[in-house]
């Protein structure tokens, strides 16, 4: 990955000043899989690697006598993917459960080596579970954030005496006058537990806090207060007050340094900054307010894929994208599906944008919800990260996840545990549903809803009854979607264009002008690529999300983006043309389909023995097989064709089938319950290149023939009828003819489904069909081997059983899939209606 050099970003952010050092550890790493620790590969991190097998990172350092006998030495990492375990000269000190966040960790003196190699291993799995893991393996429209150490790692050493917890929480009065700072302080002296420490007084020392607003060197508020400390760590409330403080709003980021120092006869021991903000959000009357003026959310969700970057590392990248997004006019930035980069959230508050986190949980089954050993890992991972992103005051709202299921006890339940812990950390709390919540969920504070296009009419019915319960202040809708994969077209008319997808944000922007409600997160500014790929989004060979706004190329001039400048800074009026509708069927259905059907009814009315074997077959099966039996003269030229024929029509009745779906959430999340990228890449690759599809599904229909008579012909060894290879391929061929009756449809079948009144009885008539059809192919085989059916049909039911069971280890059918089939039919339902 690019590396990351230390003069990107300031001191501040690491905690470094002249009592604290920090030295960045990323070269100069050994890399291998843990089953052959003797080849090793030298890296520089960010590193990354693909697979499900855990690597090593390990690396040397040497640490000096200074270091180990009179500091606390610090390992910090600032995100790894996904969990860890960390060891330091082969003790195993720390095990992280999993997650992305930064966090920190205290080196044990006593196992470090003076002026000698100390190795530091850090073995990293990536490995996700479809039950435990945070995120779960089947993640829908995440980011593709591959295994590996993706962040900075660094080495801080601090004195024994030190601040371990430093959180100032403000508290502003109902005239915004007067700000309240109350600190929730923790100072550890390391050295407590040692025996040079043991039977010594208590020691006085002074906890000093200089509160600078930004730029000044003069502190605008500031306290000592005399403590002592009798153990290895002592806990401090203290409180300071700041009169007519500078409040911090999207328009006015202004912010403040928070300077606690510890004091000892008149020496600084140790000191460290913090950057808050002082600001108030509060709700009245059904309306939110930021600092008593009217505030609604304007955001969007940002992902930054930074295993991905090839030419410009993270900070740079996440810079120039959070100051384009606040160029655009957006007040705020939900970090969805994933935990950011900490620069990030300091970037934010620079650049005047609320920070919105969340748990990367997204469409977890109710009946994983309810396993304890999940909760308990959800509250584990949200008290983490919650802790680490706690020391960024302009991030309001920690998540409990999204796509939950709205109205559901299970899930209700499932959030107001994570909403507790949220609220006892003096954050906001909210969850996004993949429906219309219309019950109250204690401690939840906001309520999103995700729109999915098109989506707007419906929830203009829906959103009311919502607002009884709930109250406008509390919805806002967490994220609009609308893919673009067909790019620029003659006019907004022409669905899934870059034109419709302006038009159907500036539609939801006009609407959201008039129904007052929390606000809205557009889905997405940027383009990113996913995790697994999507149907909703279209195909792209490189996984390619298609819904965002903007693509690599921050292209300004495109439309959508024009149009959501417009709106959010209310500018001048961008027109979007409107075209014509264009028919989205691919021709070739119709020429397919016309061309099988006339070659079939040329052949009927050409030939007359192929017309009366088509008629005694389909008609009369029964003693068309006896005649097979029996060595009847029958054309083995017009039994091939009537393959291609057959073959023909069901491979083009499958690519119609397979194209309808190409877009459909449902089938996405279904493919996805599978958690198999492979799967569902070729599945969606066949969906979205009709002409490729159909080649592929005929020859692997008439490949099925070869294969199906061979089956037939290997299951005849067990029995003492003798019947020649010919005369079973004769009886599969002809067994499938009714398929050739659905040619005529087939020609309508694409605008059929479109309009979406016959669904329903076209379903029921494939079904029969099918169904018609495995039953004219049993006929054949008891009737051709002179049989008794009931022998036949048994054999066939083992035979199912058997596939069936090698499917479900083929594809890991297991009770987690089929909870995630069940919960994608759930969740498609409660977004539909």
Same mark, same amino acid.
């Not at 120092?261 to 913090?274: E, L, N, P, Y």
């Not at 202040?473 to 419709?500: D, H, Q, R, V, W």
């Not at 819904?547 to 209310?570: A, C, E, P, Q, V």
């Not at 599809?693 to 099925?704: G, Q, T």
């Given at each position: 990955m690019p590396p990351n050099k230390e003069g990107v970003f300031d001191n501040q952010f690491f905690d470094k000043n002249e009592l604290r050092d920090v030295s960045i550890l990323n070269t100069d790493w050994n890399v291998y899989y843990e089953s052959d620790p003797q080849t090793r590969v030298s890296v520089s991190l960010p590193a990354i690697f693909e697979g499900k097998e855990s690597l090593v990172f390990e690396k040397q350092i040497v640490f000096t006598s200074d270091q180990i006998k009179n500091r606390q030495t610090r390992l910090g990492f600032l995100g790894l993917n996904y969990s860890c375990e960390i060891s330091v000269n082969g003790y195993n000190i720390y095990k992280h459960i999993g997650g992305a966040y930064p966090f920190e960790i205290g080196l044990p003196n006593d196992i470090l080596?003076?002026?000698?190699?100390?190795?530091?291993?850090?073995?990293?799995?990536?490995?996700?579970?479809?039950?435990?893991?945070?995120?779960?393996?089947?993640?829908?429209?995440?980011?593709?954030?591959?295994?590996?150490?993706?962040?900075?790692?660094?080495?801080?050493?601090?004195p024994m005496l030190h601040i371990a917890v430093a959180n100032p929480v403000s508290e502003l009065d109902q005239s915004l006058s007067k700000a309240n700072i109350s600190f929730e302080l923790n100072v550890e002296n390391s050295s407590f537990s040692r025996k040079s420490y043991q039977g010594s007084t208590e020691k006085n020392f002074y906890l000093r806090i200089n509160i600078y607003a930004e730029g000044s060197a003069t502190p605008q508020s500031k306290g000592d207060y005399l403590e002592s400390i009798n153990s290895e760590v002592k806990e401090f409330n203290v409180q300071l007050e700041v009169i007519n403080p500078q409040l911090w709003s999207p328009e006015t980021p202004n912010y403040y340094l928070c300077e606690i120092?510890?004091?000892?006869?008149?020496?600084?021991?140790?000191?460290?900054?913090?950057q808050f903000s002082f600001f108030q959000i509060t709700k009245k009357d059904s309306e939110l307010f930021l600092n008593g003026n009217r505030f609604e959310f304007k955001g969007t969700t940002y992902f930054l894929n930074e295993t991905d970057l090839r030419k410009i590392n993270s900070y740079e990248q996440i810079r120039d994208d959070l100051s384009l997004i606040k160029a655009t006019g957006f007040n705020v930035v939900r970090f969805a599906k994933m935990f950011p980069n900490p620069y990030a959230l300091k970037l934010c508050q620079e650049l005047g944008l609320l920070v919105l986190i969340e748990l990367p949980i997204n469409?977890?089954?109710?009946?994983?919800?309810?396993?304890?050993?999940?909760?308990?890992?959800?509250?584990?991972?949200?008290?983490?990260? =919650?802790?680490?992103? %706690?020391?960024?005051?302009?991030?309001?709202?920690? #998540?409990?996840?999204?796509? *939950? $299921?709205?109205?559901?006890?299970?899930?209700s339940n499932f959030i107001a545990q994570l909403s507790k812990i949220t609220k006892e950390r003096n954050f906001f709390s909210y969850a996004s549903f993949s429906g219309v919540p219309k019950t109250a969920i204690e401690d939840l504070d906001f309520y999103g809803i995700e729109l999915f296009s098109p989506g707007i009419e419906h929830i203009k019915e829906e959103l009311p009854k919502a607002v009884e319960v709930i109250g406008n202040? =509390?919805?806002?809708? %967490?994220?609009?979607?609308?893919?673009?994969?067909? #790019?620029?077209?003659?006019? *907004? $008319?022409?669905?899934?264009?870059?034109?419709?997808?302006?038009?159907y944000l500036e539609d939801f922007l006009n609407f959201s002008s008039r129904f007052k409600y929390s606000g809205f997160i557009i889905n997405s500014l940027f383009e990113y690529k996913g995790a697994f790929p999507s149907l909703y989004s279209g195909y792209a060979d490189n996984g390619l999300?298609?819904?965002?706004?903007?693509?690599?190329?921050?292209?300004?001039?495109?439309?959508?983006?024009?149009?959501?400048? %417009?709106?959010?800074?209310?500018?001048?009026?961008?027109?979007?043309?409107?075209?014509?509708?264009?028919?989205?069927?691919p021709i070739i259905f119709i020429l397919i389909s016309l061309f099988l059907a006339v070659l079939l009814a040329v052949l009927i009315n050409t030939k007359k023995k192929f017309r009366e074997d088509c008629s005694?077959?389909?008609?009369?099966?029964?003693?068309?097989?006896?005649?097979?039996?029996?060595?009847?003269?029958?054309?083995?030229?017009?039994?091939?064709?009537?393959?291609?024929?057959?073959?023909?029509?069901?491979?083009?009745?499958?690519?119609i089938i397979l194209f309808y779906f190409k877009a459909n959430i449902l089938a996405d999340k279904i493919l996805l319950a599978f958690g198999s990228a492979a799967l569902m890449k070729s599945f969606i690759y066949l969906c979205w290149n009709p002409q490729t599809?159909?080649?592929?599904?005929?020859?692997?229909?008439?490949?099925?023939f070869s294969l199906l008579s061979l089956i037939i012909k290997c299951a005849s060894f067990f029995i003492r009828t003798r019947v020649e290879l010919s005369n079973i391929f004769y009886s599969v061929v002809w067994a499938f003819l009714p398929y050739t009756l659905l040619l005529p449809l087939e020609l309508i079948l694409y605008r059929l489904l479109g309009n979406g009144s016959f669904n329903m009885l076209l379903l029921a008539l494939f079904i029969l069909f099918f169904v018609w059809n495995i039953q004219?192919?049993?006929?054949?085989?008891?009737?051709?081997?002179?049989?008794?059916?009931?022998?036949?049909?048994?054999?066939?039911l083992l035979i199912i059983l058997v596939t069936v069971g090698g499917l479900i280890i083929k594809f890991q059918l297991s009770s987690s899939t089929i909870y995630y089939i069940t919960n994608s039919i759930k969740q498609y339902k409660s977004m539909i209606f």
């Open positions: 080596k003076e002026n000698e190699n100390n190795t530091i291993t850090v073995k990293v799995s990536g490995k996700l579970d479809s039950e435990n893991s945070i995120p779960v393996l089947q993640r829908y429209l995440f980011p593709s954030v591959k295994s590996g150490i993706i962040r900075d790692v660094y080495i801080k050493t601090i120092s510890i004091v000892s006869d008149g020496q600084v021991i140790d000191k460290t900054v913090r469409s977890v089954p109710e009946e994983i919800l309810q396993s304890k050993d999940f909760e308990t890992r959800a509250k584990a991972s949200l008290n983490e990260f =919650s802790a680490n992103y %706690s020391r960024f005051s302009n991030a309001l709202m920690i #998540g409990a996840g999204s796509s *939950y $299921l709205p109205n559901s006890t299970v899930t202040s =509390s919805l806002f809708i %967490s994220e609009i979607t609308y893919p673009n994969y067909k #790019g620029n077209s003659n006019g *907004y $008319l022409t669905k899934n264009s870059a034109e419709a997808q302006a038009k999300y298609t819904f965002g706004i903007l693509d690599y190329s921050r292209n300004l001039n495109d439309i959508t983006y024009r149009i959501l400048f %417009s709106k959010l800074n209310n500018d001048a009026r961008v027109t979007i043309p409107i075209g014509s509708k264009k028919d989205d069927s005694r077959a389909l008609l009369r099966p029964y003693n068309f097989f006896a005649d097979i039996r029996d060595h009847r003269i029958l054309s083995g030229i017009h039994t091939v064709i009537m393959m291609f024929i057959e073959a023909g029509a069901l491979s083009l009745l499958i690519t599809c159909f080649l592929i599904v005929i020859i692997i229909l008439i490949i099925k004219r192919l049993l006929k054949g085989i008891y009737v051709i081997f002179d049989l008794r059916p009931f022998i036949v049909y048994f054999y066939t």
